[in-house]
T-cell receptor, first 114, second 116 residues
Framework: DQQVKQNSPSLSVQEGRISILNCDYTNSMFDYFLWYKKYPAEGPTFLISISSIKDKNEDGRFTVFLNKSAKHLSLHIVPSQPGDSAVYFCAASARAGNNRKLIWGLGTSLAVNP | EPEVTQTPSHQVTQMGQEVILRCVPISNHLYFYWYRQILGQKVEFLVSFYNNEISEKSEIFDDQFSVERPDGSNFTLKIRSTKLEDSAMYFC??????????????FGPGTRLLVL
């Protein structure tokens, strides 16, 4: 099941520069997309989301872009900070009755170097 | 800030034993979920729960699994007879609703289950 793909297992960025994490999906029924950040031995922490009716959502240093025609979304972190070092997961969902199960990518491990 | 809590943080059990993983969702949330992540693999959906019944369950969620909301605060996942392949990190999540801005699922810290 590869409905959500994060093709880069890891990314290394210098502090202060932009981090761009990418995610592709195949299911055109997905209408809600989320990014989560995860530290080892902790649960996923919600970062930012975007509905399919939008193409951009911004929250402080984090911006998510959605390109529906390409079935692609990206998370931009600017400026990157060492505390941003974590695994970032892309997740997507489609409404199905009383259920909004999340389909997850494999994650991208981001290292922000001082 | 409200958060999802899970107990225990770690559980070691013998194959064939029953385990109960406990979760306290965010208090005004209505939708509850269990996910798991086997080491090195994707986070996988197990089950969703709303209005005291299962909304959807995955293929993983077979007859050995059950969920319950025994009172107004707890949400439990029971594995009746554990198998070695049940070893994973189990995450509970909750969301407020289905409308825009209510759909975000918030996750607990997880329970690491090791079946020997």
């Amino acid at each position: 099941d590869q409905q959500v793909k994060q093709n880069s297992p890891s990314l290394s960025v210098q502090e202060g520069r932009i981090s761009i994490l990418n995610c592709d999906y195949t299911n055109s029924m997905f209408d809600y997309f989320l990014w989560y950040k995860k530290y080892p031995a902790e649960g996923p922490t919600f970062l930012i989301s975007i509905s399919s009716i939008k193409d951009k959502n911004e929250d402080g240093r984090f911006t998510v872009f959605l390109n529906k025609s390409a079935k692609h979304l990206s998370l931009h972190i600017v400026p990157s900070q060492p505390g941003d070092s974590a695994v970032y997961f892309c997740a997507a969902s489609a409404r199905a009755g009383n259920n909004r199960k999340l389909i997850w990518g494999l994650g991208t491990s981001l290292a922000v170097n001082p | 800030e409200p958060e999802v809590t899970q107990t225990p943080s770690h559980q070691v059990t013998q194959m064939g034993q029953e385990v109960i993983l406990r979760c306290v969702p965010i208090s005004n949330h209505l939708y509850f979920y269990w996910y798991r992540q086997i080491l090195g693999q994707k986070v996988e959906f197990l089950v969703s729960f709303y209005n005291n019944e299962i909304s959807e369950k995955s293929e993983i969620f077979d007859d050995q699994f059950s969920v319950e909301r025994p009172d107004g605060s707890n949400f439990t996942l029971k594995i009746r007879s554990t198998k070695l392949e049940d070893s994973a990190m189990y995450f509970c999540a909750s969301s407020a609703g289905q409308r825009a801005n209510q759909e975000t699922q918030y996750f607990g810290p997880g329970t690491r289950l090791l079946v020997l």
